[in-house]
């Protein structure tokens, strides 16, 4: 498989610039990909392909509003700080991107919310990456929670809203961390939820912290010389038993979500089972590909030439996948974080 294997083009009025109200009134593209045919369905109607026995794994990861307006000591230029991930708690070191990359030093300072939050830059990682220190005692995270702005994708053309930080975020997000959400779980209602448990099926979770190398384009024609960013990712025992005894019991594992999947797909046993366990993964997932625990997927559709595309395509065949996408575009599907969703059999 090459890059250039995964391009299509389409239309800019089909990326969604708002989410489906309510969730699961958006549009789901089932793939069955014995027979390579497609239903058009509501998402709602989901649950038609569960029975009892089966389980469903999602991302619990929780994305945090992590872009921070500033301004630079002295010029007071306004700077962006994105914050990446946090290295150090007990100092509030973080790894950010910012923006203008150009203004920004080693030593300066960056002050945010009238003065009240600061950082100080110690360290340049990229052309536009930063490590900083903030000058906060305690839970930064209260204080970014109530001044900073959701990460919407950049794609997405308009300044995130107050209604982003409900709808950016599934409805069972608990652990902080992610700077951009799972998006296929943006789907799902309580009240869906409960239908699919009500039809015998165990919903458990698991975490990945999405970071921004989802977005990060390949840049090599030669899939297998693509490096992946580190994720942070935990998968509880409980979770792990779980599936495990649908794996014993013939029933399917239903994944919600490229993160997810790439999560339960780092952990999986000589013999084929899940294992708890916690860490980092770079896994990249792209055709041919062997899955060891998903059975069933739930994604979105994903930009061209990414690596979410690419993992879509290792679980229902490229040129499937393809004619998935072209199909979509033809009915006029939403696509991206904010679009429709599908289901891959």
């Not at 549009?27 to 509501?42: A, I, N, P, S």
């Amino acid at each position: 498989m090459k890059l250039s294997d995964f391009r299509y083009p389409l239309p800019r009025n089909l990326i969604a610039k708002f989410p489906a109200h309510p969730r699961d009134s958006s549009r789901l593209l089932v793939m069955h990909r014995d027979t390579e045919t497609f239903e058009d369905l509501k998402f709602s109607e989901i649950t038609r392909f569960f029975k009892k026995g089966d389980c469903m794994v999602v991302n619990e990861t929780k994305v945090f509003p992590a872009r921070l307006l500033g301004r630079k000591e002295k010029t007071n230029a306004k700077i962006e700080v994105f914050l990446l991930r946090e290295l150090n708690k007990d100092d509030n070191i973080w790894d950010v991107i910012v923006d203008p990359a150009r203004k920004v030093r080693i030593g300066n300072k960056i002050f945010f919310d009238e003065g009240r939050l600061w950082c100080e830059v110690i360290d340049n990682t990229t052309s536009r990456g930063r490590t900083v220190r903030f000058n906060v005692e305690g839970d930064i995270y209260k204080i970014i929670e109530r001044i900073g702005r959701m990460p919407l994708p950049y794609y997405i053309k308009r300044e995130p809203t107050k209604k982003d930080k409900e709808s950016y975020q599934t409805v069972y997000a608990k652990s902080i961390g992610a700077v951009a959400a799972p998006t296929a779980g943006l789907h799902f209602t309580k009240r869906l939820l409960k239908s699919i448990e009500k039809k015998g099926v165990k919903i458990v979770p698991v975490v990945l912290h999405v970071g921004l190398g989802s977005f990060r384009p390949v840049e090599v024609e030669d899939l297998t010389k693509h490096k992946m960013d580190s994720e942070y990712y935990e998968i509880p025992e409980s979770t792990a038993n779980a599936v495990n005894r649908t794996i014993d019991h013939k029933g399917n594992v239903f994944i919600v979500g490229t993160s997810t999947c790439r999560a339960v797909e780092s952990s999986v046993t000589t013999d084929g089972h899940l294992k708890g366990n916690r860490g980092w993964t770079d896994k990249f997932i792209f055709p041919p590909y062997e899955f060891k625990i998903t059975d069933r997927l739930i994604t979105n559709f994903h930009m061209p030439e990414s690596t979410l595309l690419m993992l879509s395509a290792a679980f229902a065949g490229r040129d499937f996948t393809m004619k998935a996408y072209k199909k979509a575009t033809k009915l006029g599907y939403r696509f991206y974080s904010y679009g429709d969703g599908t289901l891959i059999i």
